[in-house]
């Protein structure tokens, strides 16, 4: 299903995902030149008819390789969310976003509307809601980056990683993922505040319901 050798050096896909009906499988393509990171693109098969596409294209149209990944991808394979990791712009006015989404009916790109990097993008199965961690992940990451769902329609944000009083919760981040409806997700923390008498200190999940969209 991949692209075959083009000669250029050894690719790398990864990181498939598969529209509900199979039909269409978005994943990236990647190589890893002799220094400095693995860039290339997010790409779009459409099984059907065999049509290829770039899915991170900038809103200009232009197509350069980038440090891409985390994808995540609309029931019907029309909305494509990808992030990306190093500098290269995508849109007029990044504002520090590091994720994008890519309407291919509405030839659209948009970043995330949060002033600093997200990861662990996920959208839900009409590509309208989707859910954010507000901040980088990694080994030194003190607390849990809060969590947000971006509704695309209304262009609202909603916080959703908070604890039983309301307040921002605490902990250290784990995986995220979200029913099709985009109401219900499932987040994981170690340590965290989200519930009183969680004093385990180890890992947990919590599963977190928001009241219907408007």
Do not use: C
Not at 30 to 52: F, I, M, N, Q, W
Not at 77 to 96: E, H, I, M
Not at 171 to 194: I, K, N
């Amino acid at each position: 299903m991949s692209q075959p050798d083009t000669g250029d050096g050894t690719r790398y896909a990864d990181g498939a995902v598969i529209s509900d009906d199979g039909q269409r499988v978005a994943y990236t393509d990647v190589r890893y030149p002799p220094t400095g990171p693995a860039k290339g693109h997010a790409l779009l098969l459409d099984r059907s008819t065999g049509e290829r596409q770039t899915v991170d294209v900038s809103q200009d149209g232009s197509t350069p390789e980038r440090a891409v990944g985390g994808l995540s991808l609309s029931a019907d394979g029309t909305v494509v969310l990808f992030n990306r990791s190093d500098t290269s712009p995508v849109t007029a006015n990044d504002q520090n976003a590091t994720t994008f989404v890519r309407d291919l009916a509405a030839g659209t790109t948009r970043p995330a509307p949060f002033g600093r990097p997200t990861s662990f993008g996920s959208l839900s199965a009409d590509g309208r809601s989707v859910l954010l961690m507000a901040g980088v992940v990694g080994p030194t990451t003190p607390t849990l980056p809060p969590l947000f769902l971006w509704d695309r329609v209304t262009g609202q944000g909603q916080l959703a990683t908070v604890t039983k009083d309301g307040g921002p919760a605490t902990g250290y981040p784990g995986r995220v993922a979200m029913t099709g409806d985009g109401r219900t997700f499932v987040f994981e923390s170690l340590d965290s505040d989200v519930v009183a008498g969680d004093t385990n200190r180890t890992w947990d999940v919590f599963v977190r319901t928001l009241p219907p969209a408007t």
